[in-house]
């Protein structure tokens, strides 16, 4: 316990890393000395031995007497000087009572900074187009370099303080710019509606098709979580290099009255020959038995890959297969940019790849499995 009866001046520390702030009052309250004090040994004693000189026993107060606080307090006892320690709790009480009365913000004391930082994030709109971090990922670390090379002394901690007071945040980019918009878009979508009612209410057969991405088969990653007991992750392969992992091609129908999928996997290429071959095989083994006096059937599918509109081998094909069932078919694409409105994408597709999720797809019967598993949950049935 100190006697602050003997005590001639207190010299509260407000420490940093760089340097400290040095606030010094005589006991009737009167402030002597108030100004940055840089963390030096040399500058430290020279403080210290002056204040001691002018005004007798000094007592030094932290409020760290760890780490960066080390060494004042050192200095401090190696001059004969008093040390106290101020708790955190104590220090916020204090500071409630004062309020503005500590150091002040960096942006305070540096009235360039503010306006030097928003040049380099928003060089286009507030400053010199060819700013230095223009072309470089703009982390606060990086700004705080080169805001201090500029003159402006700052942390990456305040300069990401200061960009929050600004308004900003660490955002990803936002998919939101659309490609031009076709004036017949709101009817493309009342023709397709019309053609799938008129379809169903005949009864007649409306698929929705589409092939989902190629899928590795092995022992290589997929993306997801599992629950698994702690610290025994399914052990996958580092690398799925191209040409040295076998591949599994899912071809999707969902029959839209009937809610039920049909997956076909193909194991080489995404053609418009197994795209057509996978719908004659539904036809055959469901189609001709749920729809038997069909005459028609409607295929609604995107406008690219294996069954997209320009496909000559896709036309062709479904025309030797409705020449084989004697269908007459309608294909129905979706105008570009809106293949996600596609049924199958939310019906089924996104259900299987929640299913698998986490889970190494290491044989084409596993695949299956995961597959069936997904559609008995979603559809109701499930073919392949």
């Not at 000189?53 to 932290?62: C, D, E, Q, R, Y």
């Not at 002394?153 to 918009?181: C, H, M, W, Y």
């Not at 940019?337 to 084409?364: A, C, D, Q, V, Y």
Request: aromatic share 6%.
């Amino acid at each position: 316990m100190i006697d602050t009866s003997d005590i001639d001046l207190y010299l509260g520390l407000d420490v940093g890393k760089g340097e400290h702030h040095a606030t010094a009052l005589t006991p009737a309250g009167k402030k002597t000395y108030d100004r940055r004090l840089p963390n030096s040994e040399p500058k430290l004693r020279e403080v210290f031995t002056k204040l001691q000189a002018k005004h007798g026993t000094v007592l030094v107060i932290v409020d760290q007497v760890a780490s960066i606080g080390a060494l004042p307090l050192a200095v401090a006892r190696n001059l004969g000087c008093e040390v106290a320690y101020l708790p955190g709790l104590t220090m916020r009480r204090i500071a409630d009572l004062y309020p503005g009365g500590g150091r002040k913000k960096a942006a305070e004391l540096d009235s360039g900074l503010r306006p030097a930082l928003l040049a380099l994030v928003e060089p286009d709109e507030r400053g010199d187009p060819m700013s230095p971090l223009r072309w470089t990922t703009k982390s606060t670390r990086k700004l705080a370099v080169e805001l201090t090379r500029q003159g402006h002394r700052v942390s990456a901690d305040t300069v990401a303080g200061l960009l929050r007071e600004e308004g900003f945040s660490l955002q990803a980019n936002a998919k939101t710019i659309e490609g031009a918009q076709h004036p017949d878009r709101d009817a493309q979508f009342r023709y397709l509606n019309e053609q799938a009612r008129d379809h169903r209410d005949a009864g007649d057969p409306v698929i929705s098709v589409d092939s989902k991405k190629k899928e590795l088969i092995g022992d290589y990653r997929n993306a997801g979580h599992e629950w698994q007991p702690a610290g025994q992750p399914v052990r996958v392969k580092t690398h799925d290099f191209p040409g040295q992992a076998e591949k599994a091609i899912p071809y999707g129908i969902y029959d839209m009255t009937a809610n039920t999928g049909w997956v076909s996997i193909g194991t080489d290429h995404d053609t418009a020959a197994f795209a057509v071959a996978s719908i004659c095989r539904w036809w055959q083994a469901v189609g001709r038995h749920d729809y038997p006096g069909a005459r028609r059937l409607l295929i609604t599918a995107d406008g690219g890959g294996s069954n997209g509109y320009r496909t000559r081998g896709w036309k062709t094909q479904l025309a030797a297969l409705a020449a084989g069932t004697g269908l007459e078919i309608t294909v129905c694409h979706l105008p570009p940019g809106t293949s996600k409105w596609n049924k199958i994408e939310h019906r089924l597709f996104s259900h299987i790849t929640m299913n698998w999720r986490g889970r190494p797809l290491t044989s084409r019967e596993v695949m299956l499995q995961t597959i069936a598993g997904a559609m008995l949950k979603t559809c109701g049935s499930a073919s392949g």
